[in-house]
């Protein structure tokens, strides 16, 4: 399974927003898209979600997403959103739930492999001992985990995720991270986008760059991570080392106090 997204071009409310963004993400792996606010990110992972209209193209395993009909499409891609509150009073554990309605059948409720999903993605967000609380009364962080899980839930062959770390403590953005590899390793295509630049660093495959609606860049983290792309594309300066588990990318400064 794989889902590439081939010269996307997007217009919202007459602004040229993408304008040339392409992207491949392979089942086993997971990629990461970086690039700074407002470089289109959200807008790429929507149109290959199928949420937006978008000229070029976006394959799922070679075909066309536009042939894939609604129901096909909840099957193959599950899609998380940056923005995450809950608004109503509904349990976590039926919150997490509703992942499974693409394989419902009309009329019946959950099953026991439903129930084995569900359970499974509760405990790789930690959400389990979460699950009677009405959801619009979490925090934020947790929150957002139970929409992570509910994605996970749907245990789709695409997992889509835009900022899912975003406002994690730094334990359960690195549990995330570990969650997502293993639905990597066991046979799922991730594409998640992030800020956290050591993150995206030590977790993700590959990194694509996204910079001012055009992708700019990708490879392996190292080919990434590097002064050109720290400097040019992000603005900063970054001290970037290595270790045993892999990069970790400290910005220490904007790139235009950088001295010589
Ligand atoms: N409905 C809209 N109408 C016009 N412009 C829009 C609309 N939605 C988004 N944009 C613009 O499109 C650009 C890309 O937005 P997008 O949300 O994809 O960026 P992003 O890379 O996800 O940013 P961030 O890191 O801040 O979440 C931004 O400049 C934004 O202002």
Redesign the pocket.
Known sequence: MSIAAIDIH?Q????R??TGASIRVETGTVVGLL????????????ALSGHLAATGQVLVNEMPLESLSRARRARLIAYLP?QRVIGWPVKVRDIVDLGRMPWRTWGVGPIENDRVICREAMELMDVVHLADRPANALSGGEQARVLTARAIAQDTPVLLA??PASGLDPAHQIAMMAGFRKIAASGRAVLV?L?DLTLAARWCDRLAI?HD?RTVGGGAPAEVMVPEVLGGVFGIAARVETDSCGLIVSPVGLARDAGP
């Not at 919202?12 to 602004?15: A, I």
Request: proline share 4%; no cysteine.
């Open positions: 997007v919202l409310s007459g602004r927003v993408l690039g700074p606010n407002g470089a289109g990110k959200s807008t790429l992972i929507r940056q835009d900022e986008s800020h996204l609606g």
